[in-house]
Nanobody, 114 residues
């Protein structure tokens, strides 16, 4: 059974940092394009960042220069380093894996508030 388990969400003050992790039970993890999405209350889920199987990356405009996506294929883990956090970054952050099939984690809550 495929599982994507996010961790690292927390309450943080504006300007702070967090590192999210996504542990994936995928036998061919390195073949998957991976991504982070988020969903704020009352809003649709949106792409934050994604990384291809070749580790090329792209980011939503609202996180460029603040967030960094990375992957460790040896550990089957995806990361999202989030710096200079803003209150509008408050959301549930979801991990996504896409290759032949498309998988989602259950999410981890990030709250940015003073």
């Amino acid at each position: 059974q495929v599982q994507l388990v996010e961790s690292g969400g927390d309450l943080v003050q504006p300007g702070g940092s967090l590192r999210l992790s996504c542990a994936a039970s995928l036998s061919d993890f390195r073949r998957y394009a991976m991504g982070w999405y988020r969903q704020a209350p009352g809003k649709q889920r949106e792409l934050v960042a994604r990384i291809s199987s070749e580790s090329s990356t792209n980011y939503a405009d609202f996180v460029k220069g603040r967030f960094t996506i990375s992957r460790d294929n040896a550990k089957n883990t995806l990361y999202l380093q989030m710096n200079s956090l803003k209150p509008e970054d408050t959301a549930v952050y979801y991990c996504n894996a896409r290759w032949i099939f498309n998988y989602w984690g259950k999410g981890t809550l990030v709250t940015v508030s003073a």
